[in-house]
């Protein structure tokens, strides 16, 4: 039961154009979405995180845009710089109680070519 | 500010030993949860710990236990090791009581069994 899915295994885009990862959900009751970058022999890093009241989160060149009805999140990075090349995570959770349980997908590999 | 730290960074054993993997969680923060990452897969959760307890588990069998110490450090203990528990464990530490934030892992410790 894959309540998380990120459908694209990789991803490459040139040197200063946009990178968009995607991320659909199953489960209505997640309310906090995250998404963290991972480079090899590290842990994942926090990247930018957005609440289920809203629906857009920007933090410098990364955006994260969340639609509720499809249950469908994206990471925008703009631009792309070659040491954006890692593997990115989502995550979702659900509040209350239930906070702290991450749910993750497969990971999208993102390579930013000079 | 210190980060979440684990220890060691690698590991080999046999099946059917037992195992023990630490982490130190970040400066502040007072919940601890752990994670396996296997190949090409993102993190599972395994379970949390809060004031000492257990207050979470995901789809672990119970030779899967941790603790939670007085200075909010933490241990993850796997008894009668087999082939699929080769994965990276990761630790997660974050400040319980102030809403929803990310969580911040450390490198993760990279178990290989025999």
């Known amino acids: 039961d894959q309540q998380v899915k990120q459908n694209s295994p990789s991803l490459s885009v040139q040197e200063g154009r946009i990178s968009i990862l995607n991320c659909d959900y199953t489960?209505?009751?997640?309310?906090?979405f995250l998404w963290y970058k991972k480079y090899p022999a590290e842990g994942p890093t926090f990247l930018i995180s957005?609440?289920?009241?809203?629906d857009k989160n920007e933090d410098g060149r990364f955006t994260v845009f969340l639609n509720k009805s499809a249950k469908h999140l994206s990471l925008h990075i703009v631009p792309s710089q070659p040491g954006d090349s890692a593997v990115y995570f989502c995550?979702?959770?659900?509040?209350?109680?239930?906070?702290?349980?991450?749910?993750f997908g497969q990971g999208t590999i993102l390579t930013v070519h000079p | 500010e210190t980060g979440v730290t684990q220890s060691p960074t690698h590991l080999i054993k046999t099946r059917g030993q037992q195992v023990t993997l630490r982490c130190s969680s970040q400066?502040?923060?007072?919940?601890v949860s752990w994670y396996q990452q296997a190949l090409g897969q993102g993190p599972q959760f395994i379970f949390q710990?809060?004031?000492?307890?257990?207050?979470g588990r995901g789809n672990f069998p119970p030779r899967f236990s941790g603790l939670q110490f007085p200075n909010y450090s933490s241990e993850l203990n796997v008894n009668a090791l087999e082939l699929d528990d080769s994965a990276l464990y990761l630790c997660?530490?974050?400040?319980?009581?102030?809403?929803?934030?990310?969580?911040?892992f450390g490198d993760g410790t990279r178990l290989s069994i025999l």
């Open positions: 489960n209505s009751m997640f309310d906090y």
């Open positions: 997660a530490s974050w400040a319980t009581g102030y809403g929803n934030q990310p969580q911040h």
């Open positions: 400066s502040g923060h007072n919940t």
């Open positions: 710990y809060y004031r000492e307890e257990e207050n």
């Open positions: 995550a979702a959770t659900a509040g209350g109680t239930s906070y702290g349980k991450l749910t």
């Open positions: 957005i609440s289920s009241i809203k």
